[in-house]
């Protein structure tokens, strides 16, 4: 049996895809976007998630614990001594630390997704792969995809486009929908802010616009990152060249959720600021207009 690496599956998702969706997020991600939404994402293994407003120093995490001590009645927490077996987790009364990642099958994963058919099916929904980055559990994946093609559940993923050609080949096969990131288009300026350039994620757009694949192109625009007049005109720039390449553009507005998320990780998080204004998102639509690009928000 297959299996894969996922942190959460979660339903009556409506922004994810057509009608009403069950997400399944998987880990493990290629990129180290500044500004990460879901930072609980990034690797592939399981982690400890620590709240440390939740706890009480009470101790009982400490036992047979090479990361945890107490020290003048404070719990201490040394990260690169933790491996994740997830103990902590189990004895915390307090609800502070927290396992994030298991281990599941393919069929374990899509029993959850078929539970909710009967709200696929009145709402034009379905099942949508994200994560993380599915291509980077690619069999898992696919597996995914081609149970719910078999039960008549219709997909989509969410991907960054850094993934192997075959995948996405094979997936467009499958009849998945494709919500593909596209994050700035200077490949120097992608670099920096997702520490990888994006020669390839633009070849794979190519390709699947090239064989006629369902594609709706998602724009993550970051305040003071990847928003400035030169990189909206880019964007822009792209989607008008391929017009009838997609079904349509839509702005994926920057959110703090992330923040939070990456101190409880023990991630330095080198972009915090509030999440994106009103006047922010006016701004860029506007200039997505301007320069004669349709978008949605």
């Known amino acids: 049996m297959k299996t894969g690496t996922i942190f959460n599956i979660q339903k009556f998702c409506i922004h994810d895809g057509d009608g009403i969706r069950t ?5 493990g991600c290629p990129l180290r976007c500044v500004w990460c939404h879901n930072p609980e994402g990034l690797e592939k293994m399981p982690v400890i998630s ?3 407003t939740k706890c009480t120093s009470c101790g009982r995490c400490v036992s047979d614990c090479r990361a945890r001590s107490i020290n003048n009645g404070v ?3 040394e990260r690169e001594e933790c491996i994740s077996c997830g103990k902590c987790a189990e004895l915390c009364i307090n609800s502070a630390n927290e396992l994030i990642g298991r281990e599941i099958t393919v069929e374990e994963a899509f029993a959850e997704v078929a539970k909710d058919k009967m709200f696929y099916d009145t709402s034009g ?3 949508t792969v994200t994560g993380g980055e599915p291509s980077l559990q690619a069999e898992f994946t696919l597996a995914l995809l081609e149970l719910a093609r078999a039960e008549g559940i219709s997909t989509a993923i969410e991907t960054c486009g850094m ?3 075959d995948f996405y080949q094979k997936a467009a096969e499958l009849g998945a929908t494709f919500l593909y990131d596209i994050k700035c288009i200077d490949p120097e300026l992608h670099s920096k802010l997702t520490g990888a350039d994006n020669t390839r994620i633009l070849s794979n757009l190519r390709y699947l616009m090239d064989i006629g694949a369902d594609i709706i192109i998602r724009l993550p625009l970051i305040p003071g990152c990847n ?3 030169r990189d909206i005109a880019l964007l822009a720039e792209l989607l008008n060249e391929n017009k009838s390449r997609y079904r349509y553009a ?3 507005p920057y959110h703090a959720l992330g923040t939070g998320k990456s101190e409880k ?3 330095p998080s080198d972009y915090a600021r509030e999440s994106a204004t009103d006047k922010e998102i006016s701004r860029w639509r506007a200039l997505f207009t301007e320069y004669g690009a349709d978008v949605r928000v």
């Open 125 to 127: 929904g379905g099942m």
């Open 265 to 267: 990780l023990g991630i």
């Open 250 to 252: 839509e702005i994926m």
């Open 75 to 77: 719990l201490g927490f």
């Open 227 to 229: 928003d400035s007049e």
């Open 50 to 52: 620590f709240d440390k």
């Open 23 to 27: 997400c399944v997020f998987l880990k």
């Open 163 to 165: 993934g192997q050609r």
